[in-house]
């Protein structure tokens, strides 16, 4: 429901032209993790569709923190407009590392995620808070245009139980066979950046994850001062409980879609702030009934 009025409007103080400031839904950005593709987040695309937003879930390419990072922020560049990331397991490192100056970024959402500080790993933070993940993985090298690393696969017959234990054992041997490997440096390599610390983040901890310790989640949301909520999940929550997952995306979009715009990073302190006391003298003007301008305001929030 909407409501709006019409109201005077000055011109332009400073001879300039006038302004206005529309409310935008942001595009959000669905990053995946290890042993999966941009297939996992399906029930969440389609749920995020229908309620009219832009929706991108890029391949992740698991060859380590660095390069994928890199990688995922030169997918943002080609984005118009706000920005809301969510990042499920390594993507949320990714997330974490991309959004870094990007003033476009508007909400950080981690989904069962890794999400380091400055200086830490993978590694190092799952030193501090055990997961079945270390024994549940087997290791084979790989070569490719003259790189060459080591390979990260889930071994089959421990997929379902750490990865995936809610969903069915037909579905968990074809995950089995279809994964994608993470390379070893995806969780070796130290974080150099945290986003987190400058946007505003949601934190979904999956209650019932075996591949990342749920206490590791709590604390990485905690730590962040992230909007948190637990649900009672396998690491995989975006595939078992899309719905839950949505909801806690939308309120990370809903809070990008208010937040308030920016001043302009152009002109000189001086020029911004003469610009922001003609602004003043101009709403004075406003009062007084010279103009038009439309002010309008949404109501409610969209539901399920």
């Known amino acids: ?28 950005v669905l990053v995946h993790g290890a042993f999966a593709d941009a297939s996992s987040w399906n029930g969440v695309v389609e749920r995020l569709e229908r309620r009219g937003y832009s929706v991108i879930a890029p391949a992740n390419p698991l060859r380590g923190l660095y390069s994928d990072s890199t990688y995922i922020a030169s997918v943002l560049d080609s984005i118009k407009g706000p920005l809301v990331l969510v990042g499920h397991s390594y993507g949320g490192s990714l997330i974490s590392s991309a959004a870094a100056g990007n003033g476009r970024v508007k909400s950080l959402v981690y989904v069962s995620a890794l999400m380091p500080d400055v200086g830490e790993s993978g590694m190092s933070l799952a030193a ?20 060459s690393g080591t390979d990260l696969y889930l071994k089959p017959d421990r997929l379902r139980p750490v990865f995936a234990a809610d969903l ?16 070893t440096t995806a969780f070796s390599e130290k974080a150099k950046v945290a986003a987190w610390k400058h946007i505003p983040s949601w934190f979904l901890v999956a209650k019932q994850d075996r ?7 709590r604390f990485e949301a905690q730590r962040a001062g992230s909007h948190t909520v637990e649900i009672d999940s396998s690491h995989v929550a975006m595939i078992t409980h899309p719905e839950a997952v949505t909801d806690l995306v939308l ?10 715009p920016e001043l302009p990073a152009t002109g000189s302190p001086h020029a911004a702030r003469t610009k922001t006391a003609l602004t003043g003298i101009a709403a004075g003007s406003l009062i007084a ?3 038009a301008v439309l002010l309008c305001r949404r109501w409610g929030r969209p539901t399920s």
């Not at 501090?128 to 790189?147: D, I, K, M, Q």
């Open 251 to 260: 309120q990370a979009a809903t809070a990008a879609e208010s937040a308030r």
């Open 128 to 147: 501090r808070f055990p997961s079945e993940l270390g024994t549940a993985t087997n290791s084979v090298p790989y070569r490719a245009g003259g790189v």
């Open 211 to 217: 591949t990342i310790n749920p206490d590791q989640e």
């Open 289 to 291: 009934g010279a103009g």
């Open 1 to 28: 429901m909407a409501l709006c009025a019409t109201v005077a409007a000055p011109a332009a103080a400073d001879g300039g032209t006038t302004t206005t400031t529309t409310t935008t839904k942001p595009t959000i």
């Open 168 to 183: 069915p054992e037909s579905t968990t041997r074809v995950m089995a066979v279809t994964q994608r490997p993470v390379a």
